[in-house]
């Protein structure tokens, strides 16, 4: 099958890749990160539409726009492992560089690999396949349903491992239609071998994007793990036991169900979309040592710890070019935008979703850092009031935090979490911010690495080889 059908567009792994590789193909050109004005018209008058149709409209088109990129269950026996290795490195340009990440998808090292003008490649992609008959609160059914297409799967790929992921919670549009494949290479691709000696520098930095997350998984098999839930909102006894606003969303959508159904946890696992599967670091020790190449680990405690450090690396950037260094962008989930972050002269802080924590994580910023003048937020939507689900008002009271400006950009609070026009308008609206600034030359690593050392749930390691 063609890598592009297997793949999810709408995950993590593969915008954060988009975006990078985009941004680097540009070579900072002035125009490289521009959107033709016919398409942005386009966009703009197809985002109008998508928030004037009534509620159960919009989430009828999220869930049928995702259930499209899904392949069928049988399908998954002609995926192959190496194919989608080879796609992903075609992405990148065809030119060296002294630094490359390579492991967990993390929006804030998307813009830390930019300043670098930096490659990534990822561990984990999301292959979404579909399936009917199971009800979104029932992992078990899921799991019971779509075990031998996960065996299938593996049999034809030894090179992954399966991380079967169900969450009833925040992805409950997604998951009536389809089953959530999350795929990790314990093994580093050829591909992945070739890309990286012709792109990286004799006497270059490789690095390991290390997110320690773990989760409560069921063993299935040899390469086969079920995740009940994700990083969010809800806690893990809340997806486990359920609770009173668990009970809450389920009645909020006629649900029979008065709680979340999965298996018994037997143990756990590298988190299924964020963490770092340690059996890859074999072969990047081997591979490292053959070229002469120095090894780190970019270990961080959760997807966030890294936003904190890469927002103040950008802000002391900012001013050390002689530019205004008080405009702070706010960004969620897959809304990543490294180019027009720059451009626009702003300092980036990417949140993991649009949930309680992320809120809690960019107020903890926020306190301890000296106030913005602006302050400018994208709001990633879902569809649904999730468990843990942060209100646009309480998002509001952070961009009130700005002394100057503060305002939702591409967002439109009143249909928040509906608001799937943004991502269309958030790339557009940001575009259009005042104050354009000249690219700048990239940022040498050491003056990066100096910049993530010390940080709170952050450790860079030099890997013995």
């Known amino acids: 099958m063609k890598p592009q059908r297997v793949v999810a567009g709408f995950d993590s792994a593969t915008a954060m890749l988009n975006a990078l590789s985009s941004y680097n193909a540009a070579e ?18 197809a985002a109008g539409i998508v928030n004037r149709i009534p509620r159960p409209a919009k989430e009828r088109l999220y869930a049928v726009s995702g259930w499209y990129e899904a392949i069928q269950a049988h399908s998954v026996r002609d995926v192959r492992s190496d194919e989608l290795a080879e796609w992903i490195v075609r992405h990148h340009p065809r030119k060296q560089a002294d630094v490359a990440f390579v492991g967990s998808a993390n929006g804030a090292l998307t813009h830390l690999a930019a300043a670098l003008e930096a490659p990534w490649i990822p561990q984990t992609l999301l292959i979404p396949v579909r399936r009917h008959g199971v009800p979104p609160e029932d992992g078990e059914k899921d799991l019971l349903k779509m075990r031998s297409t996960g065996q299938d799967l593996l049999r034809a790929n030894p090179d992954w491992r399966l991380h079967h992921m169900h969450d009833p919670n925040q992805d409950r549009l997604m998951v009536a239609g389809m089953c959530y494949f999350r795929v990790k290479w314990l093994r580093l691709p050829e591909a ?19 997110c320690a997350m773990r989760w409560p998984t069921t063993r299935v098999e040899d390469r086969y793990v079920f995740q009940h839930g994700g990083f969010g909102g809800a806690t893990l006894d809340e997806l486990r036991y359920g609770s009173e606003r668990v009970r809450d969303y389920l009645r909020a959508y006629d649900s029979d169900y008065t709680s979340f159904v999965a298996p018994e946890p037997d143990g756990d696992s590298p988190e299924a979309e964020w963490g770092f599967a340690e059996e890859l670091m074999d072969d990047l020790r081997e591979l490292a040592e053959q070229q002469g190449w120095t090894l780190l680990r970019l270990r961080h405690d959760e997807p966030e710890s890294l936003s904190p450090p890469v927002a103040d690396m950008y802000r002391g950037w900012h001013r050390r070019r002689g530019l205004p260094s008080d405009r702070l962008l ?28 992320s809120l809690r994580a960019l107020e903890e ?18 569809g649904v009031e999730s468990v843990g689900l942060a209100r646009a008002d309480q998002w509001q009271a952070v961009l009130d935090r700005a002394t100057k400006v503060g305002t939702f950009l591409g967002t439109d609070p009143s249909a928040f979490p509906r608001d799937f026009a943004v991502l269309f308008r958030f790339r557009e609206e940001l575009a259009k911010v005042r104050g354009r600034q000249p690219m700048p030359v990239r940022m040498p690593w050491a003056e990066a690495a100096e910049a993530m050392t010390g940080a709170p749930g952050v450790e860079l390691i030099e890997e013995r080889i």
């Open 28 to 45: 900072n050109s002035p125009t490289g990160g521009e959107t033709p004005k016919a398409t942005a018209r386009a966009l703009a008058v």
């Open 192 to 210: 992945y071998r070739a890309y990286l000696r012709r792109t990286l520098e004799p006497g270059g930095t490789l690095v390991v994007s290390d």
């Open 330 to 357: 706010v960004e969620s989930f897959m809304l990543v935008e490294p180019y027009w972050a720059l451009r626009s002269g702003s300092v980036p802080f990417w949140t993991v979703f649009n949930k309680e924590p």
């Open 365 to 382: 910023y926020l306190d301890r850092s000296p106030a913005y003048e602006e302050i400018r937020m994208g709001l990633f939507s879902h």
